[in-house]
């Protein structure tokens, strides 16, 4: 019971640290487009992130594993502090007039400061990860994952809207000094709370290098954890669809005020989704949870924009976002059970960085399909127009939303292959094996 209470201490503090990092994040990409009026500068802030939060999984993972999490998890937070420090410092120092220049070099280091500000979170989630393993009862892990979703869910919501108030409202310099003071609190917060001696025990082949070579070794030892992962990849490969194009299709359909206060309230679906999870957690066969909740998503991809409709747009992507947290706590809560304790931070940062790498390549290749192959398809006079467009639509719109059914129909069948695959089986059977051992 104790220990649970440490987790929902650990928990609140992660949330703080989340809402500001991602706070942070929100708010300077708005205030560059903002000053720069660049969807090009916009664009390659995108592509940084994303491919920073890919590349440096493999070694935060190891950092989890290398030090006792608390360790790591302050780590985290004075490296996010500091580099918000030099951001303001940078800021403050520098006449405003250079930030509206997309190319000046003084803009770019500010940006990467704040970025690698914000990106020196992700140490604290994968430490997250491994803090469930040591601080839930295994049976109780499910729904302690549905919370962590529901943390993420609320971080995400709150950062949204109040970047952009207090952009608005008082700037930059003061949403800097905010970012400071939430951060120092953290950290403060983070050091009256006492975490378990065990869980600063190392692996007995501890190495002070980023160990992918041992990382793939634990991850072997379980059959068909690999192919869990490479499936995870290829939704993430197909996600990219929905994160390039999905505010073009939506803006498409409603002003960018309505938008953005659209996506507000979708964010909920996260923290719905989440609560669900840590309420009635994932039966007693997370990865068989796993595969049916994303053939319900897939089947919402195919059909929520199968009318140019608002309503039915709004409505599976909220679905949508309920069911993402469920995806995540079962493969959470699979790798918890099946990877020793010891090596859990390596595995997760690996598995971070092999699924986030998908998503942003996605992104950077679907552009050009959805603007040569498909909206031509579905524009007056293209062969999709003049075969579907009496019921269908025709239009830039209808153009992205035939590229969304298209995905969702693919990612149906690769999920209905998978759950018929020799890795699925295998992973259930040593999910299943391990689950009766302990119960011995």
Known sequence: MRTFKTFHAILANSLAASLTNTFVWFAVTFWVYLQTKSVLAMSFMAGIYLATVAGSG?????VVDRYPKKHAMLGSSIGSLVLYGL?????????????????????????????????????????????VTVLVPEHERDKANGLVGSANGIA?????????????YFGMFWMLV??????????????????????????????????????????????????????????NFLGGVFM????????????????????????????????????????TKPLRTLFLVNIVLWVVCIFFTIHSSIVLFATGMFVYLCLVPAVEAAEQTILQKTIPPERQGRVFGFAQSLEQAASPLTAFLIGPVAQYVFIPFMSDGGAGADLIGSWYGTGQAR???????????VGLIVTALAMRSYSYRKLSESYQAIQSEEAR
């Open 178 to 235: 905010i970012a400071i003071v939430l951060t120092v609190l953290v950290i403060a917060n983070l050091m009256t709370i006492a975490l378990p001696t065990k869980e600063a025990v190392p692996a007995e082949e501890q190495t002070t290098q980023v160990d992918i070579r041992g990382t793939i070794q634990a991850i072997r030892l379980v059959p068909g954890l690999f192919g869990l992962i490479f499936f995870s990849t290829f939704n």
């Open 156 to 168: 995400f919501l709150l950062s949204s809207v109040l970047s952009g108030l207090v952009i608005g």
């Open 244 to 283: 390039a194009l999905m505010d073009a299709y939506g803006l498409l359909l409603v002003t960018v005020q309505q938008w953005g206060i659209l996506w507000g309230v979708l964010s909920l679906g996260f923290i719905v989704g989440g609560l669900v999870v840590a309420k009635k957690g994932l039966g």
């Open 399 to 409: 153009g992205i939303a035939l590229l969304f059914s298209v995905t969702g129909i």
């Open 87 to 131: 951001a303001c410092l940078l800021y403050a120092g520098t006449p405003a007039r250079v930030f509206s220049n997309p190319s000046s070099v003084s803009l770019w280091v500010f940006i990467v400061l704040a970025l690698f500000g914000a990106i020196a979170g992700n140490l604290r989630s994968i430490a997250l990860s491994t803090l």
């Open 58 to 62: 493999f070694f935060l993972g190891s």
